[in-house]
Each structure stands twice: as C-alpha cells, then as structure tokens.
C-alpha cells in the first residue's frame, strides 16, 4: 500500500482493487499522468474517466454546484454510483468527456479510501484492461502489458472475483437524471 501511495503521489499508476473492479488509477488532478494512463490503456482521448472521492467534501472541491438530488441519490444507493455531473474545475483536462463532464463515485472501498485519504484528491478509476479488450473479474486475468505498465500495484483481494458494475446517471445542472446503467 505504501508503494502505492507513494507512487500516486509522484505522478505515477497504480493497479488496485476498487469497490467495483480491478482498476488502474492514478491522482485525478495530475494531467501527465492521466495522459499516460491513457497512453497505457491505449485509449482515445476523447473518452472520460470516472474519478473516486471519499466524501462530498471532497467532491465539492471539484464540482462546486454539485446539485442537491445528488446528495440523496448516493445516500439511498444500494451499490456502488457513478454520477456523470456537467461541470468541473480542478481536475485534469483528459479525464473529462468532451462537453467537459466527468463521471464521479463516492466510495466506501476499505483500499480505495486509503489511497484516496493518503493523497488528499481524487484517484482515476478506470478498469485494468486495454481498450478493446474483455474488463478482468481477477487479478490473475489482467494481462501482462497492463501490470508491467504500472509503478505499483496494491497487493489486496488477489483472488477474489470482481464483477460489480457501479450504477451510473446522468446529471444535469437543472436537477434532472437520466438512468445510464441500472
């Protein structure tokens, strides 16, 4: 975990477990390294990324007219929720989708809040495959190019299967939500 956090903290990616998925990630105001992400996912840069926060505090740093039926979605959320919100600031300018929106999820992961917590912003949250290719329910799946692109992995839940999708929807600034994925 040390590994982990130290390599976040200077610019790097890291593989880890997170409350949906194996997932890559790296700090989301870094824009080298979400580039290099990117770059390593071979993904094109027109696509955002979903970024981890441990608390609204955190997110509202970052979208500061989080609407207020936020609050309550992610409180009565019975899985894991990505919100899509149409505005940011601070964060890097590759995460975000073209219109400048920015999928966000408020985790409860025991690894994912140390990590978060460690380096005091959000953490990219993208699952560990390259474009393209099958998303790994286990460490043991995710193919060789992707670890040896990383600067750390954290070494939690290893053999345990992931397959838990978040939710995700769609915000507008006027309050009204549009079901992405139940």
């Given at each position: 975990?040390?590994?982990?956090i130290?390599?976040?903290?200077?610019?790097?990616?890291?593989?880890?477990?997170?409350?949906?998925v194996?997932?890559?990630?790296?700090?989301?105001?870094n824009?080298?390294?979400?580039?290099?992400?990117?770059?390593?996912?071979?993904?094109?840069?027109?696509?955002?990324?979903?970024?981890?926060?441990?608390?609204?505090?955190?997110?509202?740093?970052?979208?500061?007219?989080?609407?207020?039926?936020?609050?309550?979605?992610?409180?009565?959320?019975?899985?894991?929720l990505?919100?899509?919100?149409?505005?940011?600031?601070?964060?890097?300018?590759?995460?975000?989708?073209?219109d400048?929106?920015?999928?966000?999820?408020?985790?409860?992961?025991p690894?994912?809040?140390?990590?978060?917590?460690?380096?005091?912003?959000?953490?990219?949250?993208?699952?560990?495959?390259?474009?393209?290719?099958e998303?790994?329910?286990?460490?043991?799946?995710?193919?060789?190019?992707?670890?040896?692109?990383?600067?750390?992995?954290?070494?939690?839940?290893l053999?345990?299967?992931?397959?838990?999708?978040?939710?995700?929807?769609?915000?507008?600034?006027?309050?009204?939500?549009?079901?992405?994925?139940?």
């Amino acid at each position: 975990m040390e590994d982990a956090i130290n390599v976040l903290k200077s610019g790097g990616i890291i593989l880890y477990p997170s409350d949906t998925v194996w997932g890559l990630g790296c700090e989301a105001t870094n824009e080298t390294a979400c580039q290099q992400l990117s770059k390593l996912k071979e993904r094109d840069s027109a696509k955002s990324y979903i970024i981890l926060a441990d608390s609204f505090q955190m997110v509202e740093k970052y979208i500061p007219d989080f609407h207020p039926i936020c609050y309550d979605l992610v409180d009565l959320a019975v899985k894991p929720l990505t919100i899509i919100y149409p505005q940011t600031s601070g964060l890097a300018n590759s995460i975000l989708a073209e219109d400048g929106s920015v999928g966000i999820r408020i985790t409860k992961d025991p690894t994912c809040l140390k990590l978060i917590r460690a380096i005091r912003k959000p953490l990219v949250s993208t699952s560990a495959n390259l474009t393209d290719e099958e998303m790994p329910r286990q460490y043991n799946r995710i193919s060789e190019k992707i670890k040896k692109g990383v600067q750390a992995t954290v070494h939690e839940r290893l053999t345990e299967i992931m397959d838990t999708p978040s939710q995700i929807i769609r915000i507008d600034l006027d309050g009204s939500v549009k079901v992405i994925r139940a």
